[in-house]
Every structure is written in C-alpha cells, then in structure tokens.
C-alpha cells in the first residue's frame, strides 16, 4: 500500500463479518518463504476493524515471525483466512513484528477476549497486519 493511502473501511462491512471475526475460529496466516513458495500454519487472529488491524501472537523464533521480522520495518505481504463451513473471510495486508511490552500485552489480551488466556511466554511478539484488503462472503 502506498505511503498516504488510504486503509479500507472494514467498519462498513456489516454485522456478519464483524461476527464471523469475533466467533471462535483458528485461521491460516500465508508469508512467502525466500524461495517464494507459501508457508501456510493456523494462528489464532484478532481483529480491530476500526484502525483496520489484525494480529497473531507468536513466539519470537516461530517461523513466520522470522519471515516477517526479516522484510524489515516496511512489512511484507501475508494473507489470514478462516473457514467455517460455506462462511469465509480472508484479509490481506502487510505484516511487521511488533514486541515491545505495552503491543504484546495489548494483543494477548485481544486474544483472550477471542480465545482464550495465552500460556505464558516471554519471547512472544505481534505480527501485527495493517489490512488492505477484505475478501469474503460473510
């Protein structure tokens, strides 16, 4: 996305998506290893639609943290889905990683609300997605 742009309105999108993305549901997050091909793993995500957020708490050495930390503080593309039944819901954005203490409780806590409390972890750190774009048919 173009410095200046625009985020999309995800608080237009309806009640639906806004409960398909409050419901109990494991995801997949996608980043693209060096060699270009997917790394697709399940994540718990959450989502704030007013600023357009998602994020995935993860342990600082998880494989998609090191995928994400190393396209530098410019991001990199990645895509989070959930699936239940024929109801799906993709966002698109770009990832960074995010660790300092105030981020990370912030985003346990938006965990817990959706799942449950994380175990503890003290190499934990965000990926934190400016979305862009919101596919779905919720």
């Known amino acids: 996305m173009p410095a200046g742009a625009a985020l999309p309105d995800l608080t237009g999108l309806g009640e639906g998506f806004h409960a398909f993305w409050r419901e109990r549901h494991l995801c997949t997050l996608t980043t693209v290893r060096p060699d270009g091909t997917p790394h697709v793993v399940p ?10 957020v998602a994020r995935v708490i993860t342990s600082r050495e998880s494989h998609k943290a090191r995928l994400v930390a190393a396209a ?13 039944g024929r109801r799906w819901s993709t966002l698109e954005g770009r990832a960074v990683i995010r660790d300092s203490p105030e981020e990370v409780a912030d985003a346990e806590r938006r ?20 979305v862009v774009r919101a596919l779905g048919n919720v």
């Open 72 to 84: 530098g503080p410019s991001g990199v593309a990645v895509a989070v889905c959930q699936v239940d």
């Open 43 to 52: 994540v718990g995500v959450t989502l704030d639609a007013e600023t357009a």
């Open 111 to 130: 965990y817990a609300l959706r799942y449950k409390p994380p175990r503890e972890n003290p190499r934990r750190v965000v990926i934190e997605i400016r």
